[in-house]
Nanobody, 124 residues
Framework: QVQLVESGGGSVQSGGSLKLSCVISGYTYSPYCMGWFRQRPGKAREGVALIHSDDSRMASNSVKGRVSVSHDNTKNTLYLQLNSLKPEDTAMYYC??????????????????WGQGTQVTVSS
């Protein structure tokens, strides 16, 4: 059974940076996709960035140029580097896992396994 545990959230001022981590356990077979999603207050969950086990990557237009997604296979850890943070980036951030990765897209409905989330708060 796949388990995901996020960490690294916190409170920062506008323009600051944070690096989120997600430790993955229970699955080691390629192919797979791992994604970062966020849910802002009163909003639907939205995709932030996605990485495939073949190292293909994508990011949403709302954060493109300000985020970097990576995966350290030796540590079974997914990362999301957030830079130039804005107050509108305030959200609960979740990592998610999709075995097989049949469709490479930032769609929450494609991901069956989720972490508990880590809160990011950006003040102006």
């Amino acid at each position: 059974q796949v388990q995901l545990v996020e960490s690294g959230g916190g409170s920062v001022q506008s323009g600051g940076s944070l690096k989120l981590s997600c430790v993955i356990s229970g699955y080691t077979y390629s192919p797979y996709c791992m994604g970062w999603f966020r849910q802002r207050p009163g909003k639907a969950r939205e995709g932030v960035a996605l990485i495939h086990s073949d190292d293909s990557r994508m990011a949403s237009n709302s954060v493109k140029g300000r985020v970097s997604v990576s995966h350290d296979n030796t540590k079974n850890t997914l990362y999301l580097q957030l830079n130039s943070l804005k107050p509108e980036d305030t959200a609960m951030y979740y990592c998610a896992f999709q075995p097989g990765c049949h469709v490479f897209r930032l769609s929450a409905s494609d991901f069956p396994t989720w972490g508990q989330g880590t809160q990011v708060t950006v003040s102006s």
